[in-house]
Structure formats: C-alpha cells, structure tokens
C-alpha cells in the first residue's frame, strides 16, 4: 500500500527526516518508516518504526517533531475517534542508535520510549475525542503542545482541540 505517504518533517543538521504514516508493501507488518535525506549527499535513508498493534482500525504516524540532535518525538495514533478512541501517544526516538539503510538492504528497527499518553487528556475535555491528533510543537520553554486537524469538518464535529501539555520526560 503506497496511499499513506508523509506525515511528518523535521530538519536536524543538514538532513530531513520524514514520518511515513503507514506500513508500505514492502515494509514489515505493523512497521512503518523513518526516512532521512541528506542535503549535502542528495541520499535517502530509512529506518523502520515499530508500530502498535489496533484493536479496531488500523494505527499510524502522524507528527515528528526534533527535541534534540538525533532524537524526536513522533505521534502514534488510531484511526478511531469518540468512544472507540483508545491509542493517541507520543513516543521518543533516537537515530543516533543506528544508521539509516537504503531500500531493500536490512533496514534497521528502531526502538521507542513513551512520553505521554494524550488521550486521557483529549478525553478531559468533555467533548467529541477527536480521531487525528496530527499535530506537536515543543517550545523554547520546553512546553509540549499538540492539536488535532478537522479535515475542514468533513467527515467530523468540526471541532479541533490544541492543548499545552506542558513539560514531558
């Protein structure tokens, strides 16, 4: 499946890392991709993102943001929204642990960490649980903030939550 393409892009250094929301016919179940492209060699390279596994729908990429020279912070969410909602997380990667591989050469696993758990936050808010958490920024006093997209209220309430979750470990 090629329909889920970027979902993502940060700048570290000289090179571009990408999140691709979903697994590719070529990637390992349940596996989707990092990619990094150099600007000084004009050169791809991947990782593989380890993702959960979905009770209903499907679980995908959706945001990486840097937080520090070869480490990001990416959204992992579900498709499912309102009362079926059950997995919007930010988790931590860190590049520095391997080097990306081209296509097709044993492209390295990446390994993950949790920060934070978003949906009992998305769920305070006494409304509709909104089904794409799409966005995170970290600001230059280390507040974590996230926001969901409404698609232009198609197909949804039309509502977008962006809240400030404040310092993350």
């Known amino acids: ?51 959960e596994k979905a009770e209903n729908g499907w ?4 945001e990486i943001t840097r937080v520090a020279p070869g ?7 579900d498709n499912q929204s ?14 520095n642990t391997a080097s990306p591989a081209s296509l097709g050469s044993g492209i390295p696993v990446l390994s993950k960490r949790l920060v934070h758990d978003v949906l009992p936050d998305l769920q305070a808010q006494n409304g509709w649980t909104a089904e794409k958490l799409e966005g995170l ?3 230059t006093a280390g507040n974590a903030y996230v926001v969901t997209d409404n698609d232009g209220a198609d197909d949804s309430n039309g509502e977008t939550v962006f809240l400030n979750l404040g310092k993350l470990n």
């Open 1 to 51: 499946m090629k329909k889920y393409g970027l979902e993502g892009i940060a700048v570290d250094g000289n090179k571009l890392v990408v999140a691709f929301q979903r697994a590719w016919n070529d990637d390992p179940k349940n596996h989707a991709k990092v990619g990094i492209y150099d600007r000084s060699s004009k050169a791809w390279g991947f990782y593989h993102y380890p993702l």
């Open 59 to 62: 679980i995908g990429l959706s």
């Open 71 to 77: 480490r990001f912070w990416v959204i992992e969410r």
């Open 82 to 95: 309102g009362d079926t909602a059950a997995f919007k997380r930010i988790y931590e990667i860190n590049l």
């Open 137 to 139: 920024a970290i600001s």
